[in-house]
């Protein structure tokens, strides 16, 4: 069995660490560190992940504020609401929920934040830190993840890691941070050949695509430490039973699994971050901890 790695308990000292740099800060403002979260029409698993930040907000002392514009906003009127929050004196980070509607422009949505306040790290000119390896917000899962590892003590320096997925908000930051970490990093894809033989080579692999389960007992190698990404809803009564969570399709109709084949994982893997229950925590740790930074510079 590998060691697990439980995303909440990580979670608890990035809290923890936080708690006197958020009294320090808020003492030096005379108010709380401020997060705008904007989250753009009604779409369900948006509205859910907007509610978690906003409670990581409230159990930690940050003053969040919600702005829910229509799913119909255009793009200019969503850059003045951005204007707004930019000028703002008691909001220090601001984060936009992708993805944006289809008549939204979310390049320019995400140009549009201050890079001084960008709490995801997604403005360009923070992306550009990131590949220089320069100070600035970094995106909060891939930057929960290192965090992770740290926690656990699983060596980065010097190993291999493959990353499977390429996005923007995971894939390609997660590649940089491992890189900045001094491992040898293969980036993956949904062109890549050989995926199997790719990751099986990896010390460190990220799952990160969004295709559930994609990753069986021959895509890692012995001992490995995998962690998994994903989570995508499985409808089939069969397909969830066949990756071991026929109790939770018993009593909900459906599972959520990650990119990682559960049961086979369990066989191979020398420590393993699940779905649920790995990393899903760290990603509203590290918006704290983004949120809490961005704060202290503006102090
Ligand atoms: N949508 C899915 N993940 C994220 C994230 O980390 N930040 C934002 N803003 N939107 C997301």
Redesign the pocket.
């Known amino acids: 069995m590998p060691q697990i790695l439980d995303g909440k308990i990580v979670r608890e000292e990035i809290f923890a660490n936080l708690k006197p740099r958020l009294a320090a800060v808020q003492a030096k403002l005379g108010r709380p560190p401020g997060l705008a979260v904007v989250l753009v029409g009604e779409d369900p698993a948006s509205k859910q ?1 907007v509610q978690n930040k906003i409670k990581g907000c409230a159990d930690l002392g940050i003053c969040s504020r919600k702005v829910a514009p229509a799913a119909t906003i255009s793009t200019e009127q969503l850059l003045k609401e951005l204007d707004k929050l930019n000028h703002d004196p008691a909001i220090d980070a601001i ?4 993805p944006l509607p289809k008549q939204v422009d979310s390049r320019k949505v995400l140009e549009a934040v201050a890079p001084g306040k960008d709490a ?1 790290g997604f403005h360009p000119l923070n992306v550009g830190h990131l590949v220089a390896g320069r100070p600035a917000p970094r ?3 891939p930057a929960g993840i290192m965090e992770m590892l740290k926690y656990y003590r699983i060596a980065v320096d010097g190993r291999k890691a493959a990353v499977v997925g390429r996005s923007d ?1 995971i894939g390609k930051p997660m590649a940089l941070l491992l890189l900045q970490a001094n491992a040898t990093v293969t980036v993956c894809h949904s062109r890549t050949p050989n995926l199997a033989e790719e990751c099986h080579r990896a010390d460190i692999i990220v799952a990160a695509i969004g295709k559930p389960a994609l990753i069986t007992a021959d895509f890692i190698r012995r001992g490995a430490t995998v962690i998994d990404v994903g989570t995508s809803r499985i409808t089939d009564r069969a397909e969830a039973e066949r990756l071991g969570r026929a109790n939770e399709f018993a009593q909900k109709g459906a599972a959520w699994v990650g990119d990682v084949n559960p049961v086979d994982v369990e066989k191979v893997a020398g420590a393993y971050s699940p779905v649920p229950g790995g990393v899903g925590p760290l ?1 509203i740790a590290m918006l704290m901890s983004n949120t809490v930074q961005l704060a202290e510079q503006h102090g």
């Open positions: 992940y984060l936009v929920q992708m995801d995106a909060c899962t908000i990603t």
